[in-house]
């Protein structure tokens, strides 16, 4: 089946700090995702692209859909402390998505 | 308005036993899925639904797994037996429709630990 690669697999950062992350496929998608889970709780949607190059920003995150639809990446500038969780990426095609190993985040205030 | 809700929030049961757990997705969507997250890892699709109709369950181990969503609102994941393996995160999400343009929600899961 499809494969996700996602890195990096964790960050410790300082709050204040860019982070960057990304997410690599063998396959095309025609949607790629940005999830954010908090311990206890499912998924919530982040940023989502629709086209290849697509470049797109929700306050301090930017992400971009890769041009040859295998990859993208996700940015989040100046961070804090309420950015600490566990971010995943998700390819989408036939209806179904699927879902990298995610890029554990801590911000030390 | 009110968001996915899932039942139980945790569940241990030992190998071999059965277990169910029920999912009442936001009012008025029609797409329903249930995923399961493996420690360590991200979300993976079991099965969609559209009403009451199945969709996707290309990845539902159909000889020990089984889910129904009779009247088209709530929908019921069954596992008998259980096996050590499927100690995870059990998500459900519901959409608007179903295609991938249509945001998924997700309730908070169930955490099965099988001993």
């Known amino acids: 089946g499809q494969q996700l690669n996602q890195s990096p697999q964790s960050m410790f950062i300082q709050e204040g700090e860019d982070v960057s992350m990304n997410c690599t496929s063998s396959?095309?998608?025609?949607?790629w995702l940005w999830y954010k889970q908090d311990p206890g709780e499912g998924p919530v949607l982040l940023i989502a692209l629709y086209k290849a190059g697509e470049l797109t920003s929700n306050g301090r995150l930017t992400a971009q859909f890769g041009i040859t639809r295998k990859d993208s990446f996700l940015n989040i500038s100046a961070s804090i402390p309420s950015d600490v969780g566990i971010y995943f990426c998700a390819g989408g095609s036939n209806y179904k998505l699927t879902f990298g190993k995610g890029t554990l985040l801590t911000v030390n205030p | 308005e009110a968001g996915v809700a899932q039942s139980p929030r945790y569940k241990i049961i030992e190998k071999r036993q059965s277990v169910a757990f029920w999912c009442n997705p936001i009012s008025g969507h029609a797409t329903l899925y249930w995923y399961q997250q493996i420690l360590g890892q991200g979300p993976k699709l079991l099965i969609q639904f559209q009403n009451n109709g199945v969709v996707d369950d290309s990845q539902l181990p159909k000889d020990r797994f089984s889910a129904e969503r009779l009247k088209g609102v709530d929908s019921t994941l069954k596992i008998q037996p259980a096996k050590l393996e499927d100690s995870a995160v059990y998500l459900c999400a519901s959409s608007l429709g179903v295609g991938l343009d249509y945001e998924q929600f997700f309730g908070p899961g169930t955490r099965l630990t099988v001993l």
């Open positions: 396959s095309i998608f025609n949607t």
